[in-house]
Structures are given as structure tokens and as C-alpha cells.
């Protein structure tokens, strides 16, 4: 790998993030809305104070949030924030800055997702790679295909079915949110039992709504190994069935579907926030739903910002590791 | 061609109908798929035509009631006949998946066209533009403008623009795939021998050999339509008066729907979509078996 292709690609990736950020910082102001006076006027709503206040408090808030200046420099102060990693505040839950909301909800977010990506990867490839094996016992090749059915639902709805079927009839489950309301959270045994018991059917949803995609690719690619001359020479030297399984066909397929996993990430995070909000689960999709219903206009493009730098920075990160999954692939 | 002296009567070629059935009989996902989809418009355009389509709307019907013979599919929170506002919902719904995905398809086969075959800085710059915007989570960038649209503007052509700004990209990239490969191909450069111009070529010589990947890509385009609209509306940023599947969804888990014990109300709009992105992957799979006969199964 040469030090010019890591440079292009970490350039690459600051021009992602910095189309993104303009997008972001754009669209908004295209549109008549104005954040500050209806938040101000929510506030005038509940709290009662007279209207008149209103235009001072706009300019004052927009004198303190920076929004009176021309909009270039307001564009300049707002990617260089971004460049010290600052987000900015929240309008809703002020003084609390954009990163601390977000910093509060990221774990719950990334152990979901962390967990049912790498669980759905795993089986969907194993399955899918059996499926294409012809070998494999006829009851577990059949076994694949009602997962490539599922492949085309995404997570929420199998969220919505797995809360009527498992929670809703059965009661077998609790119906989402993070723990047992009146529970204060500690390190106790019964806590933690509580807390997996809240996680199972999100992260069901999760692994069940994606699993599908992992069979059905890993399937196409099993196919298109068989028959090839190493495969046939590895049989015919009388190498065991599970040696060719591991060494033959799993290593081959490895590449293809760690940049699949690479293109996936976007799913994986959107359905992760969606499937939080159905759960009430308390993540990052949750903290960006409160903003959206409370027009937190800042909050929402913080958080915007961040999934896409988290996101982008991956996709680049694992193209670096790719010359130690195959040793063919340089980067020049 | 014509020197073959076999009389008509012997050969008797099946029918373009009869061919498309047999096609069928052998791909399943697509047979499978094309039925469900066809069931699904089926009882949109009876519902459309036999029921009372006002009463998909707040504060028409006793709230609340369970599905029975007068409400088929119950009634919700807000006085909702859960019945008409499904139909209502699935029209809307294939409403935004066809504008959005035949638009996005449109200008994917377009920018295609243009960025494979006349080459140069024109390529580059589109396919710059699109891997720059590709990992870009697109949904995202839709929720921040879906969020800063005022929520009274909001209707179903407005999700619809919102849901088609960033559906052009992966259409685009296909379709330049296909026809920087295709522009190698033999019978383009005879016809571009025997003086056939640009537009001829493209229209008359590559446009119909592509025909399967452009019914494919817009079929892909519409499924992530529908998908688009329908996150974006499960965490409210739909038009909240209309009863889109989404919407119906995000409004019952809002009014904590199982918790109270409504399950009528969340779960038709779910079984709903189930079907029609369930039905659009099958299609999807079998237009792949056609596109890409690598996949292709043997008679």
C-alpha cells in the first residue's frame, strides 16, 4: 500500500465530508423556515409570555447563535467549528452542546449495531455459502431459503411483527423501550438480565431484516467457485469436505462481501435508527427523533453530520485492511 | 434469412402470451412477485372504487374499534376507518415509488448515457459527482431536507422530490456500466461505420439491447423509493394529514399502540408494505435471472 494512495483516499474522504457538511449547511437556509423564532414561539406557547418580547429574543438568540451575520461567514465559522469538532448547541435542551447529546446515545447505538451486523454477517454468510455447497446435506440447503425471502422487509417492519407476535400475543417479551420503567439502573445481575431482555427483539428485527441480503449474495458467489479448477483439484488431491468448505470456498468469498459489508453500512446505520425509534430504544435515532418532533433544527444537523463522517470514515478504514484479507489486492 | 423453404402451418411458433407464461413458469421470484403486485393493485382499485375514501381521514368514524364487519380493519386513535385510509395509503404509496423511481430512472439512464458514451471530462465529472454523494447515508440528508420543509407544505409529490434528489446516483452508475461495455460491441461500431450518428446509435442501436436493465434499474429504484418514503414518514417527517403506510405506522407507535392493545392499527399498514417490498425483491431477483444470464437457470 503506498503512502500516495492512503493520502488520496483520507482526501477522498474530506471532500465526502465536506460536501456533506455544505449540503447540510445549505439546504436549510434555502427554505423560509427559521428555527429560532419557532422555537421561540413554542416557548411562547408554554410559557406564556407576551409576543412583543419575541422579535428582541430573535435578535438576541440570533446574535448569540452567530445567525445575524452575512451567511458566508456564517458558512466559514460553521466549518471551522466542524474542523475542532464542535457541532454546535442544541435549541432544544440549551446549554447542552450537539456532541454531548450525541456522546450520551452513541452506545446504545453502536452495541446494537455492532452486535447484530456481526451476527447477521456471520450466519447470513454461512448459510448462504452452504446453500451454493453441493454437498451439503439436502434438509440444510433448503434450510437458506426462507431467509432469502426475508431479505427484501426491512428491520422496522420485522420490528413491528416481532412486537405483535412475540410481545403483544405471547407477552414472552417486553414492548420495546430500554428497560423496566421504575427500574433505576445499576450493576445488579436482575438489571443486566433486564436490559438483554429489552435488546432481543431489536436486535431480532436487526438481524433477521438484513440477514437475508448476506445468503443471497454469499449464495451467487458459492456458485460461481464451483466447478473451478482449484476447487476440483483440492477435491481430486482428497482433501476433506470441511478443509475445501473453510479453506476453498469461505476464503475466496471473504473479499466480495467484506466490501458488500462495506456498502451496507449506510443500511445498517438507517435501519438501526429507525428500528430504535419503533423500540424506544435510547440511541441515536431516538435523541434525532426527539429533534425532528421538537424542530432542534441544530441537534438534527449535528447528528446528521456525525453519522455521515462515522460512516464515510469507515467505508475508508476497511479499504485499508483489505490487503490483509487478500494479499492480491495492492493499493498503488 | 428467407431461403429456408419450410411451409407456415409446420412450425407452429407459440404466441408472445403463451412465451411470457412459460418464461414465468420457470422464474419463480418473478412469477411470485408479479402475482402479490398484481393482488395488491387489484384491491387498490376495487377499494378505490367501492369505499369511502373520506373517512381515511381524522375525526370520520367511531375511534378506536377493532377490526368487525362495518370497519374491516378497524378504526384508529383519531377516528380513522382504517380500511379506506390503507387504500388511500397504498396509492400513495405507489404514487411516490413511480414518480420518484421512473424520474430517478429517467435521468440514471440520461447521465448514463452521457457520462459512458461520449467519454471524457464529461464521465469523469459524473461519476466523480456520484462517488462523492454515494457514501453520503442518503436517507439522512433527506431527513435534514424533509425536516427543514414547513410541515403544512408537505404533500405526496413534495416526498416524493425529496425521496427522487438523491435516487438518480446508483441508476446512473448502472446504466454507464452497461454502456461503456456495450459501446465496444461489434454491431455499434458497424453502425457507426455505415454513418449511423450519435443519437441514432443510442436510440436505435443500444437503447433497446438495454431494455431489461432499465426495467430492472427502474424497478430498484422504485423498491428504494417506496423504502425512502417510508422511513422518512415512520419518524414523522411524512405529510401527517395523509394516511401514507408509513405515517399510519409512525402514528400508532407514537400513541403507543400495543400498549394499549390497538394491534389492528399498526399492524395492516405493516403486513401492507411487507407485501408490496416483499413483491418488488422478487421482482427484482427475476429480472436479474433475465439481465444477467449468468445466474440463469437451466430448462
Given at each position: 500500500?503506498?503512502?500516495?494512495?492512503?493520502?488520496?483516499?483520507?482526501?477522498?474522504?474530506?471532500?465526502?465530508?465536506?460536501?456533506?457538511?455544505?449540503?447540510?449547511?445549505?439546504?436549510?437556509?434555502?427554505?423560509?423556515?427559521?428555527?429560532?423564532?419557532?422555537?421561540?414561539?413554542?416557548?411562547?406557547?408554554?410559557?406564556?409570555?407576551?409576543?412583543?418580547?419575541?422579535?428582541?429574543?430573535?435578535?438576541?438568540?440570533?446574535?448569540?447563535?452567530?445567525?445575524?451575520?452575512?451567511?458566508?461567514?456564517?458558512?466559514?465559522?460553521?466549518?471551522?467549528?466542524?474542523?475542532?469538532?464542535?457541532?454546535?448547541?442544541?435549541?432544544?435542551?440549551?446549554?447542552?452542546?450537539?456532541?454531548?447529546?450525541?456522546?450520551?446515545?452513541?452506545?446504545?447505538?453502536?452495541?446494537?449495531?455492532?452486535?447484530?451486523?456481526?451476527?447477521?454477517?456471520?450466519?447470513?454468510?454461512?448459510?448462504?455459502?452452504?446453500?451454493?455447497?453441493?454437498?451439503?446435506?439436502?434438509?440444510?440447503?433448503?434450510?437458506?431459503?426462507?431467509?432469502?425471502?426475508?431479505?427484501?422487509?426491512?428491520?422496522?417492519?420485522?420490528?413491528?411483527?416481532?412486537?405483535?407476535?412475540?410481545?403483544?400475543?405471547?407477552?414472552?417479551?417486553?414492548l420495546g423501550s430500554a428497560y423496566s420503567t421504575g427500574v433505576i439502573p445499576n450493576w445488579s445481575l436482575s438489571f443486566a438480565l433486564d436490559l438483554l431482555a429489552h435488546q432481543i427483539l431489536p436486535a431480532l428485527a436487526l438481524i433477521l431484516g438484513s440477514v437475508g441480503g448476506w445468503v443471497l449474495s454469499m449464495r451467487g458467489m458459492g456458485v460461481t467457485i464451483h466447478g473451478?479448477?482449484?476447487?476440483?483439484?483440492?477435491?481430486?488431491?482428497?482433501?476433506?469436505?470441511?478443509?475445501?468448505?473453510?479453506?476453498?470456498?469461505?476464503?475466496?468469498?471473504?473479499?466480495?462481501?467484506?466490501?458488500?459489508?462495506?456498502?451496507?453500512?449506510?443500511?445498517?446505520?438507517?435501519?438501526?435508527?429507525?428500528?430504535?425509534?419503533?423500540?424506544?430504544?435510547?440511541?441515536?435515532?431516538?435523541?434525532?427523533?426527539?429533534?425532528?418532533?421538537?424542530?432542534?433544527?441544530?441537534?438534527?444537523?449535528?447528528?446528521?453530520?456525525?453519522?455521515?463522517?462515522?460512516?464515510?470514515?469507515?467505508?475508508?478504514?476497511?479499504?485499508?485492511?483489505?490487503?490483509?484479507?487478500?494479499?492480491?489486492?495492492?493499493?498503488? | 434469412?428467407?431461403?429456408?423453404?419450410?411451409?407456415?402451418?409446420?412450425?407452429?411458433?407459440?404466441?408472445?402470451?403463451?412465451?411470457?407464461?412459460?418464461?414465468?413458469?420457470?422464474?419463480?421470484?418473478?412469477?411470485?412477485?408479479?402475482?402479490?403486485?398484481?393482488?395488491?393493485?387489484?384491491?387498490?382499485?376495487?377499494?378505490?372504487?367501492?369505499?369511502?375514501?373520506?373517512?381515511?381521514?381524522?375525526?370520520?368514524?367511531?375511534?378506536?374499534?377493532?377490526?368487525?364487519?362495518?370497519?374491516?380493519?378497524?378504526?384508529?386513535?383519531?377516528?380513522?376507518?382504517?380500511?379506506?385510509?390503507?387504500?388511500?395509503?397504498?396509492?400513495?404509496?405507489?404514487?411516490?415509488?413511480?414518480?420518484?423511481?421512473?424520474?430517478?430512472?429517467?435521468?440514471?439512464?440520461?447521465?448514463?448515457?452521457?457520462?459512458?458514451?461520449?467519454?471524457?471530462?464529461?464521465?469523469?465529472?459524473?461519476?466523480?459527482?456520484?462517488?462523492?454523494?454515494?457514501?453520503?447515508?442518503?436517507?439522512?440528508?433527506?431527513?435534514?431536507?424533509?425536516?427543514?420543509?414547513?410541515?403544512?407544505?408537505?404533500?405526496?409529490?413534495?416526498?416524493?422530490?425529496?425521496?427522487?434528489?438523491?435516487?438518480?446516483?446508483?441508476?446512473?452508475?448502472?446504466?454507464?456500466?452497461?454502456?461503456?461495455?456495450?459501446?465496444?460491441?461489434?454491431?455499434?461500431?458497424?453502425?457507426k461505420l455505415s454513418g449511423v450518428g450519435d443519437l441514432g446509435i443510442i436510440f436505435g442501436e443500444m437503447m433497446p439491447n438495454l431494455i431489461p436493465f432499465i426495467v430492472a434499474s427502474f424497478v430498484a429504484a422504485t423498491f428504494s423509493a417506496v423504502f425512502a418514503s417510508f422511513y422518512l414518514a415512520v419518524l414523522g417527517l411524512g405529510p401527517l394529514r395523509e394516511p401514507l403506510?408509513?405515517?399510519?405506522?409512525?402514528?400508532?407507535?407514537?400513541?403507543?399502540?400495543?400498549?394499549n392493545g390497538w394491534w389492528w392499527w399498526p399492524m395492516g399498514p405493516a403486513i401492507a408494505l411487507v407485501l408490496i417490498l416483499g413483491s418488488l425483491a422478487l421482482i427484482i431477483m427475476g429480472l436479474d435471472e433475465i439481465s444477467n444470464p449468468r445466474v440463469r437457470k437451466k430448462e
Amino acid at each position: 500500500m503506498s503512502i500516495r494512495y492512503v493520502i488520496r483516499r483520507i482526501l477522498f474522504l474530506f471532500l465526502v465530508i465536506w460536501v456533506a457538511a455544505t449540503i447540510i449547511f445549505f439546504i436549510p437556509r434555502l427554505s423560509t423556515r427559521n428555527p429560532v423564532r419557532q422555537r421561540l414561539a413554542e416557548l411562547a406557547r408554554t410559557g406564556g409570555f407576551a409576543p412583543g418580547d419575541i422579535e428582541t429574543m430573535v435578535a438576541s438568540y440570533n446574535q448569540k447563535f452567530g445567525l445575524d451575520k452575512p451567511l458566508l461567514e456564517q458558512y466559514f465559522d460553521y466549518i471551522g467549528g466542524l474542523a475542532q469538532g464542535d457541532l454546535g448547541v442544541s435549541l432544544h435542551k440549551y446549554p447542552r452542546t450537539v456532541i454531548e447529546l450525541i456522546m450520551d446515545a452513541i452506545p446504545w447505538t453502536l452495541a446494537l449495531l455492532l452486535v447484530t451486523t456481526i451476527l447477521s454477517f456471520i450466519i447470513g454468510n454461512l448459510l448462504g455459502a452452504v446453500a451454493a455447497w453441493p454437498r451439503a446435506p439436502g434438509w440444510l440447503r433448503t434450510f437458506a431459503t426462507p431467509f432469502v425471502l426475508l431479505q427484501g422487509i426491512p428491520p422496522v417492519l420485522m420490528g413491528v411483527l416481532l412486537l405483535f407476535f412475540i410481545a403483544f400475543r405471547l407477552k414472552a417479551l417486553p414492548l420495546g423501550s430500554a428497560y423496566s420503567t421504575g427500574v433505576i439502573p445499576n450493576w445488579s445481575l436482575s438489571f443486566a438480565l433486564d436490559l438483554l431482555a429489552h435488546q432481543i427483539l431489536p436486535a431480532l428485527a436487526l438481524i433477521l431484516g438484513s440477514v437475508g441480503g448476506w445468503v443471497l449474495s454469499m449464495r451467487g458467489m458459492g456458485v460461481t467457485i464451483h466447478g473451478e479448477d482449484y476447487v476440483n483439484f483440492a477435491e481430486h488431491k482428497g482433501l476433506g469436505p470441511t478443509t475445501i468448505f473453510r479453506d476453498y470456498y469461505l476464503r475466496n468469498t471473504l473479499l466480495p462481501q467484506v466490501t458488500g459489508l462495506v456498502l451496507a453500512l449506510t443500511t445498517v446505520v438507517t435501519s438501526g435508527i429507525v428500528v430504535e425509534q419503533i423500540f424506544a430504544l435510547p440511541g441515536i435515532g431516538t435523541t434525532l427523533n426527539q429533534a425532528i418532533q421538537n424542530n432542534d433544527f441544530l441537534t438534527i444537523y449535528g447528528i446528521v453530520l456525525f453519522i455521515t463522517i462515522a460512516v464515510a470514515t469507515l467505508m475508508v478504514a476497511v479499504e485499508f485492511i483489505y490487503p490483509l484479507l487478500d494479499p492480491r489486492v495492492r493499493h498503488t | 434469412m428467407a431461403t429456408l423453404a419450410v411451409s407456415q402451418p409446420q412450425i407452429r411458433q407459440p404466441g408472445q402470451v403463451a412465451l411470457f407464461f412459460r418464461y414465468l413458469r420457470r422464474n419463480k421470484s418473478l412469477a411470485v412477485g408479479l402475482v402479490i403486485l398484481l393482488g395488491l393493485c387489484i384491491f387498490t382499485v376495487y377499494g378505490m372504487l367501492t369505499a369511502d375514501l373520506s373517512n381515511a381521514y381524522p375525526l370520520s368514524v367511531k375511534s378506536k374499534q377493532p377490526p368487525s364487519l362495518e370497519y374491516p380493519l378497524g378504526t384508529d386513535f383519531f377516528g380513522r376507518d382504517l380500511y379506506p385510509a390503507m387504500v388511500v395509503g397504498l396509492w400513495q404509496t405507489a404514487l411516490i415509488g413511480i414518480v420518484a423511481g421512473g424520474l430517478g430512472t429517467v435521468i440514471g439512464v440520461f447521465l448514463g448515457f452521457i457520462a459512458g458514451y461520449f467519454g471524457g471530462p464529461l464521465d469523469s465529472g459524473i461519476k466523480g459527482i456520484c462517488s462523492v454523494l454515494i457514501p453520503i447515508p442518503a436517507f439522512l440528508i433527506q431527513v435534514v431536507i424533509a425536516g427543514s420543509l414547513d410541515k403544512r407544505d408537505v404533500t405526496i409529490f413534495t416526498m416524493a422530490f425529496v425521496v427522487l434528489l438523491l435516487a438518480w446516483m446508483v441508476p446512473t452508475l448502472v446504466i454507464r456500466a452497461q454502456v461503456l461495455t456495450m459501446k465496444e460491441r461489434q454491431f455499434v461500431s458497424v453502425a457507426k461505420l455505415s454513418g449511423v450518428g450519435d443519437l441514432g446509435i443510442i436510440f436505435g442501436e443500444m437503447m433497446p439491447n438495454l431494455i431489461p436493465f432499465i426495467v430492472a434499474s427502474f424497478v430498484a429504484a422504485t423498491f428504494s423509493a417506496v423504502f425512502a418514503s417510508f422511513y422518512l414518514a415512520v419518524l414523522g417527517l411524512g405529510p401527517l394529514r395523509e394516511p401514507l403506510l408509513g405515517n399510519t405506522i409512525w402514528a400508532a407507535q407514537t400513541q403507543s399502540a400495543f400498549f394499549n392493545g390497538w394491534w389492528w392499527w399498526p399492524m395492516g399498514p405493516a403486513i401492507a408494505l411487507v407485501l408490496i417490498l416483499g413483491s418488488l425483491a422478487l421482482i427484482i431477483m427475476g429480472l436479474d435471472e433475465i439481465s444477467n444470464p449468468r445466474v440463469r437457470k437451466k430448462e
